[in-house]
């Protein structure tokens, strides 16, 4: 609306003077600070309550959960991003970030894609638990895993094992669904074929856009199977790309998928700063890792101390925030891999194991801050919340 129009009302010329004084001394940007805030707010939600609209059984061990706003619209979000589902499992608040497989040319509705883990307590819990019409809450979206074409090349190249796929996922739907000129050779790597996530819709779109090469390599394939076999190789990655030059290589999966493909694309020639790798949650077994004390066995344990709060023992092998969620103590968390920091804790005293590469901060280092998701007590310890 124009002052023009405004000016013809009583009391404009006194309302419009008294604005101009406010925003010389700096009090009238209320409601443009609000207008901003409610932006913000909107593409960047702190929480969300979403209801679980429909449940697809893609595999033996995996399902999509379908989910639906309840009240804020959903926020836009990037391929490759996930969100971080919080839920309460047996008396303990805890969650797991989940990749977004849905495209993100929509957002009527997000598709977590979630595969059974071993001993899983959230993973068991929303496959065992959730129905259709339940509520879960979520953070917005979060995560660096994308692709930025102002950056990455035009052509792709995904390695993925197990649910490591659905990050890709919303990628190729997009490059589908928008028409895009750009590449995609998905190397997808399972041990059986009757569990590999996706595979008929992968196939029906590889087969239909010639912008989607998708290589399923099957570690036990079945007896006739004619596709790619066993591990997914630097032979196996040359056969189909050819030159490695003007490619971009992202990896996604478990730890052991990563110490078997990464010294594969080294042996290529694939320089460092061309691959992209996704945080995958916390080692299966620490104990393995570059640096851990030896005199600290897979029994050990250790008394956590919280600054003006509770004492317990913790398991050495257990990730300090784990422990803190099991007895009733709430720290916020995204990625739970070490990478986003929104866990940190300050150790006051004692010392913690933390992976190699873990990137906390230099600031964070220098005045005592860990990263609790990937932080393991390897004597008594003391910490502030």
Known sequence: MNDSFLSQFDGYTAIAEEKQAAEKLGTGLTDQRAMTREYIDRLHPKELALAVSRIIEETPTTKTLRLVPTDLPLPPFL???Y?????????IRTGRPLSISSAPNQIAYWDLTVRRVAGGLVSNYLLDQVKAGDTLTCSGPAGNFYVNPLVHDPTIVAIAGGSGVTPFMSMIRRVVDFGLDSRIFLFYGNRDLNDVIFHEELTRIARSNENIRYIPVIETPPKGYTGRSGYITAETIKDEIGDVSAKTFFLCGPQAMYDFCLPQLEKL??????IRREMYGTPLSITAYPGWPAVVGEGASFMV???GGKH????ATTPLLASLEKHGIVVPFLCRSGECSMCRVKLLSGTVYQPPGTPVRKSDAQFGYIHSCVSYPISDIEILL
Do not use: H, I, L, N
């Open 79 to 81: 391929p490759g991003q």
């Open 83 to 91: 969100t971080a589902v919080t839920v309460q499992v047996d008396g």
């Open 269 to 274: 020639g694939v320089p460092s700063r061309k």
């Open 305 to 307: 101390s919280v600054r």
């Open 312 to 315: 317990f023992a913790a398991p």
